[in-house]
């Protein structure tokens, strides 16, 4: 995951939905755009009033090119929306570059004439990338919930706030309350408070672990499954610094193991850097993901028979959580 570009191919590359040739630009706010940063408004929402601003959005959408731009991304996006992108991006990897791009388990990979369809075929690889979502969350809702209930960077800042300026008396850690970042916070914007990137600040359910974390986890789980990890990425590119076009990755390699490990971070960190979960959230939300989650597996190294393949023989355990 240290190969390329911060950002995954699958959050760059075009793709084409259903017949419509798609580029990845999406609307972003303005630099500058952050919000309950003043006491009163952070108290408003914390009473469950409605945010006084509002977004500022850049007039033209751009390709992600910084953190701003990522946690707006992470903030519009659907449940399983990055999977799903990069799920297009790879079946049109392998309409182009042929079975090479399937994970070398797959049973149709080889076959001389079969192909897969609603086993192990394009059918089948959707739907598990869908389902894997709402079981995802499932899993994040029931730690979030019943086991950890943590509190969100922006409470967090009220408590910094509060022991700070001498309003309460918190039990919090010196490598916090001395550290640079709350005097940054306080010179600029006259709080102690963690700025929100989103109007509206954090979701109002616990904060760990986190479900976008946890989505990006899974469905990359199921990806990684069912493609080829080691397959290189074609034509990588990267995204100007003005995020209005991309630009040939000169670099090394990219692989599509590393791709979608990479998107799972970008998911999970566009949340971060939004100013809405901590980073324990992201990393543990993945690391749920990766335990709980799986597609089948073969059960075996045997190959299909060369006349019938099928999933007959082959694991098909569908998905689970774990509590």
Known sequence: MSSGPYLSQFLLQPYTLGSTPTEQRYRTTMAGSDHLTSYDA??????????TTSARFDPTPRYIRNGRDLGEWAHRDFSYQGPLVACIILLDYLAQHGPQVLDQDNPYRDHPTQTGAVTFGAPDILDQVAR????????????????HRRLRPEEAGGLVHHHLTGAKAYPLHPKLTNAAAPQWVYSRYGSYLCPQAYPEGCPTHPAYPGATATIGGAGVRVLKALFNPQFVIPEPVEATDDGLSLTPW???????????????????FGRDTAGVHFRKDEIEGIVLAEDSFYYSAPAGNDPAPAGNASSEGYERGGYEYSR
Do not use: C, D, I, R
């Open 132 to 147: 894997s979502a709402n079981a995802a969350m499932k899993a994040a809702w029931y730690h979030k919930w019943l086991v």
């Open 250 to 268: 000169k670099g090394e390699p990219l692989t599509v193991g590393g791709e979608l490990n990479k998107l799972a971070f970008n998911m999970a």
């Open 42 to 51: 952070w108290l408003a929402v914390q009473n469950g009033q409605p945010p």
